[in-house]
Each structure stands twice: as C-alpha cells, then as structure tokens.
T-cell receptor, first 114, second 112 residues
Framework: KAGVTQTPRYLIKTRGQQVTLSCSPISGHRSVSWYQQTPGQGLQFLFE???????NKGNFPGRFSGRQFSNSRSEMNVSTLELGDSALYLC?????????????FGSGTRLTVV | QKEVEQDPGPLSVPEGAIVSLNCTYS??????FMWYRQYSRKGPELLMYTYSSGNKEDGRFTAQVDKSSKYISLFIRDSQPSDSATYLC????????????FGAGTRLFVKA
C-alpha cells in the first residue's frame, strides 16, 4: 500500500514568487491536512480538506491556500513568498478525520526562500 | 501560553535505559492523545493513540494520560539506538474545530 506522497521533495524559491506543493494521500483516505514545521514553531496547522471542502483552517495569512480534488489529491499554494516561509511542509492523510484515526504523514517538501 | 508544552530536550540516555517523555496541556476539551516519532528527513509516524484517560501498552512503549492533571507521558523500555528520533505529543478534541495540536517535540538520543 503506497504511503502519502509529496512532491517535490525540495524547492528553492525567490522572495516574492509563488509556489505550489502537491500531496497524494493514501488510497481511500478522504481527509488531507497540511502542516508547516520549523525549528522555532514546531508543527503548525495550516488547513484540512475533506471531500474537496476546507473543513478546518489554522492561523496563517491568506497567502496560504489549498484545495482538494475529487480523487482526494491536494495542493497547497503560497503566494508572495517571504523568507519566513522557509520550512518543511507536511501533508497528512486520514480515512475520515485525524481524531479517531490519527495521521499518516508524507516525508514533506522542504521549501527554502532566498 | 502554548496549548501544549513539551520540553525540546535533547535527552541523551544509554542503551537499555527507560525513557520518560512528557507533555502538559491547558485545554480540557482535548480527548484524543497521540505520540508521533519523527526520524531525520522524514515525516512523523503515529506511535501510540489513546482516547481519554488511562494507559496503553504496545511492546516496549507505554502511553499514559492523566486528564485531571492535564499531563501525558510516553515510556520506552529497553531503549535502543534505533529509538533515537524526535518524539512529538499531539492532542485533539472539539476545540471549536477539530484540529490536532502538536507539542514542540523532544529530541532523544540513545547511545550504544
């Protein structure tokens, strides 16, 4: 059974650019969540999608957005990149929700903004 | 004050030692408690899952939840060098949106 797949693994972008990250959840999982991980702040919740609808949202600015497709694959987009956006972005999937099943995480996309 | 507090360590122990990792939290709405293990350059993996209070054991790992004290623990018996990783506590509940909140993670080193 394939795990959660995130692409690309590494990205280097320039301040002001935008970036799109992709996540393919485990087959059959309908909930996809995104987290930002930094040494100073740890894992910070960005948003969760379920059946193509955003179900929960964290406290990030509007520059961070996401979407989910009918096959449960998800993308997140960050516009007008800032140096502080450099982080590991993790995607996690669950069958229906993380409360009763916990998450299965991907290996993440390491974004560096220069 | 953060909702979930976890000492970042690092914690260094000799092989075979019993390891105790802990988290405290402030939101009494948390009902689901988890421990994740994260190796370098990997995403976290779910290690233990507990609903409400009590203990849960799985091999060398024991998770404890004390809701009255808002305190959770993970014990690792007979620790191995392969246990060297970052351990993150996580918890969730109906907190005005079902989000999972993570602790900062404790870096553990088990020396052979």
């Amino acid at each position: 059974k394939a795990g959660v797949t995130q692409t690309p693994r590494y990205l280097i972008k320039t301040r002001g650019q935008q970036v799109t990250l992709s996540c393919s959840p485990i087959s059959g999982h309908r909930s996809v969540s995104w987290y930002q991980q930094t040494p100073g702040q740890g894992l910070q919740f960005l948003f969760e999608y379920f059946s193509e609808t955003q179900r929960n949202k964290g406290n990030f600015p509007g520059r961070f957005s996401g979407r989910q497709f009918s096959n449960s694959r998800s993308e997140m987009n960050v516009s007008t990149l800032e140096l502080g956006d450099s982080a590991l972005y993790l995607c996690a999937s669950s069958p229906t929700d993380s409360l009763t099943y916990g998450y299965t995480f991907g290996s993440g996309t390491r974004l560096t903004v220069v | 004050q953060k909702e979930v507090e976890q000492d970042p360590g690092p914690l260094s122990v000799p092989e075979g030692a019993i390891v105790s990792l802990n988290c405290t939290y402030s939101n009494s709405a948390f009902q689901y408690f988890m421990w994740y293990r994260q190796y370098s350059r990997k995403g976290p993996e779910l290690l233990m899952y507990t609903y409400s209070s009590g203990n849960k054991e799985d091999g060398r790992f024991t998770a404890q939840v004390d809701k009255s004290s808002k305190y959770i623990s993970l014990f690792i018996r007979d620790s191995q060098p392969s246990d060297s990783a970052t351990y993150l506590c996580a918890m969730s509940g109906n907190t005005g949106g079902f989000k999972t909140i993570f602790g900062a993670g404790t870096r553990l080193f088990v020396k052979a």
